[in-house]
T-cell receptor, first 113, second 115 residues
Framework: GDSVTQMEGPVTLSEEAFLTINCTYTATGYPSLFWYVQYPGEGLQLLLKATKADDKGSNKGFEATYRKETTSFHLEKGSVQVSDSAVYFCALSDRDNFNKFYFGSGTKLNVKP | EAQVTQNPRYLITVTGKKLTVTCSQNMNHEYMSWYRQDPGLGLRQIYYSMNVEVTDKGDVPEGYKVSRKEKRNFPLILESPSPNQTSLYFC??????????????FGPGTRLTVL
């Protein structure tokens, strides 16, 4: 079945450092891919998405490229801020059934001033 | 304000005592879904609904029921809760069309403890 694997955290970085959070997926067909962010005590918010191979999703300085050949959707940001501290979830929606949704286990990011 | 609301936010109960967690959205969304969040497992989909009276199982439906009698409401029912259902529960909704393909808006979560 479909699944998403993320790098384990926590990831601790200094402000202005470069961020990469790895995400790989297993799916039949061509799923849509998402990154969601969860701030402490809140629900999840969509950060970015990509719906087909080679698409790049971007938002708030974060980027991720849909790589079909490596089944990956790694999240990157060139310069993190303390306010980026949160838990980040990679997710996919099943292309055969758009209503089914699969999340990774989440990666906690701590950014120190 | 566009939002998804859940009640209660916190609940402690005992094994076997039926409970309902309510979810309501004011965005006229057709798609709604329930998830549970557990440490190391991320979020797992319990049930989803494509529209009124149309529901289907997600990845972990055992021990849960749902109903969708009105577009705005999607309650989660635990007929006989057990300790392994202790978790953080999220309701989400999104626009019609391709269900989860569209941006999902999440509620604030309900933390359930079953003793």
């Amino acid at each position: 079945g479909d699944s998403v694997t993320q790098m384990e955290g926590p990831v601790t970085l200094s402000e202005e450092a470069f961020l990469t959070i790895n995400c790989t997926y297993t799916a039949t067909g061509y799923p849509s891919l998402f990154w969601y962010v969860q701030y402490p005590g809140e629900g999840l918010q969509l950060l970015l998405k990509a719906t087909k191979a080679d698409d790049k999703g971007s938002n708030k300085g974060f980027e991720a490229t849909y790589r079909k050949e490596t089944t990956s959707f790694h999240l990157e940001k060139g310069s993190v801020q303390v306010s980026d501290s949160a838990v980040y979830f990679c997710a996919l929606s099943d292309r055969d059934n758009f209503n089914k949704f699969y999340f990774g286990s989440g990666t906690k990011l701590n950014v120190k001033p | 304000e566009a939002q998804v609301t859940q009640n209660p936010r916190y609940l402690i109960t005992v094994t076997g005592k039926k409970l309902t967690v309510t979810c309501s959205q004011n965005m006229n969304h057709e798609y709604m879904s329930w998830y549970r969040q557990d440490p190391g497992l991320g979020l797992r989909q319990i049930y989803y609904s494509m529209n009124v009276e149309v529901t289907d199982k997600g990845d972990v439906p055992e021990g849960y029921k749902v109903s969708r009698k009105e577009k705005r409401n999607f309650p989660l029912i635990l007929e006989s809760p057990s300790p392994n259902q202790t978790s953080l529960y999220f309701c989400a909704s999104s626009l019609r069309g391709q269900g989860a393909q569209n941006e999902q808006f999440f509620g604030p979560g309900t933390r359930l403890t079953v003793l």
